[in-house]
């Protein structure tokens, strides 16, 4: 399975921008879908999730900015970013989880960069 991440890119403090994550099979079992984070100087950390019934969770650094949302039909995960401060900055990353009686794996697509200027 991949997962391509698109929608990065510069803009200004106060600004939005709607990241994509496409998978290359069907998401609908995909539980969760996630959007993580890689800021400079600093680990990667959790941005929001979103489960297969469509439960969403956010970290307290975005909740209120940030919506998280999937498209099974379109195999498509979003993050739709608001209010984008200089410290979103970062490379956003998708992943997914799915999980059998038998095995769990997981999915991770290659990162855009989102640059906020103040």
């Known amino acids: 399975v991949r997962l391509v991440v698109s929608g990065g890119g510069l803009v200004q403090a106060g600004g939005s921008l709607r990241l994509s994550c496409a998978a290359s099979s069907n998401i609908a079992s995909f539980n969760p879908m996630a959007w993580y984070r890689q800021t400079p100087g600093n680990q990667r950390e959790l941005v929001a999730t979103?489960?297969?019934?469509?439960?969403?969770h956010y970290a307290s650094f975005v909740k209120g900015r940030f919506t998280i949302s999937r498209d099974n039909s379109k195999n498509t995960m979003y993050l739709q970013m608001n209010g984008l401060k200089p410290e979103d900055t970062g490379v956003y990353l998708c992943?997914?989880?799915?999980?059998?009686?038998?095995?769990?794996?997981?999915?991770w697509g290659k990162g855009t960069l989102v640059t906020v200027s103040s």
């Open positions: 979103i489960s297969n019934i469509g439960a969403e």
């Open positions: 992943a997914a989880w799915y999980e059998t009686d038998y095995y769990e794996t997981d999915y």
